[in-house]
């Protein structure tokens, strides 16, 4: 069956070259944690090797063999569970649920967000800006002058727009593409940031823990990318007394950034988790001297720490 990865098939015209090179041309600027595409069209793990790296041989052949591990693809099931209708003072609208499962295996961690039809038309202008060539046989719901809050519409509607999600995770360089991994985790980081800037710290927790899941899932061929999120989860749990749940928290984020030491949130991240290891007892030597062998590499006029840095993130 042809698959819109593949030559002949309906959500790539041409061979997958064709969709690869597009998207090195025209991909937008993809953010501070996701890098540019690289050669094979996607977003480059490559590039986030530090060129300083202290690393040895036998470290460097590990962390490779790692990220070979993490670069296998993640396949995820969508599926539009429920609609409703909510009314407001002056607009009407309906909600969708959707639900976002890892198949082949039990997931434990499925991941439940609800997004109106307009945020799925904004998705599509989006990627119709990148992606026209990409996605061009993709069929987007259209909206109806009536009959929009009918039952039997909404659940047209709600089938529609799951066979839509399905088939533009089915093109590596859509699934892949800043615009559609921001549809389904931007505004819930948004949310989150925002709490954890006015000190809602179980609030901003309670968001970053329901949204990390599906983030790390979508971001594994660039780990670098859920490691702002695994920050802001750090600072809410120190800043709520729990040093054990922020070291803990850290100690991913420090994963993500192997043979990355010029990465902006390594060195404030270091310099946090010395902190962190002090106060639990923990060996803080080891991750002193890796703080201060980044510092020699790359010396900076005034270290920002780990909130000032973090507290930046989805601002607007």
Request: proline content about 6%.
């Amino acid at each position: 069956m042809a698959s819109p990865e593949h030559p002949g098939s309906p959500g790539c015209m041409g061979p997958i070259t064709q969709c690869t090179a597009r998207t090195q041309q025209e991909a937008p600027a993809t953010g501070p944690d996701l890098p540019h595409p690289g050669p094979d069209g996607h977003l480059d793990t490559h590039s986030g090797l530090s060129s300083n790296s202290s690393m040895t041989t036998r470290e460097l052949q590990q962390y490779w063999q790692n990220q070979k591990c993490r670069w296998k693809h993640v396949k995820l099931l969508f599926e539009i569970a429920s609609a409703r209708i909510e009314e407001r003072k002056v607009s009407k609208f309906v909600v969708y649920q959707i639900i976002v499962i890892q198949t082949g295996s039990f997931d434990n961690n499925k991941a439940v967000l609800e997004r109106r039809y307009s945020d799925f038309a904004k998705l599509q202008k989006a990627l119709l800006k990148t992606f026209r060539e990409e996605i061009e046989d993709v069929e987007f719901p259209r909206k109806h002058l009536t009959g929009n809050f009918a039952e039997e519409m909404i659940c047209e509607r709600r089938r529609a727009l799951q066979e839509y999600l399905g088939l533009l995770y089915a093109i590596r360089c859509v699934r892949r593409s800043r615009e559609f991994l921001d549809f389904l985790t931007r505004p819930e980081l948004r949310e989150a940031f925002g709490c954890l800037r006015a000190g809602q710290y179980p609030r901003a927790l309670e968001l970053l823990l329901r949204v990390l899941p599906l983030q790390e899932k979508l971001t594994a061929h660039c780990p670098a990318a859920a490691v702002p999120a695994l920050c802001a989860v750090l600072l809410c749990h120190r800043d709520l007394d729990r040093p054990a749940e922020a070291f803990a928290a850290g100690e991913r984020a420090l994963q993500r950034l192997q043979a990355r030491e010029g990465h902006r949130y390594y060195a404030p991240l270091l310099d946090a988790m010395v902190r962190l290891a002090y106060a639990l007892g923990k060996d803080f030597v080891t991750l002193q001297e890796r703080l201060e062998e980044s510092q020699l590499r790359r010396p900076t006029p005034r270290g920002i720490t780990l909130k000032e840095l973090t507290v930046r993130e989805y601002l607007h």
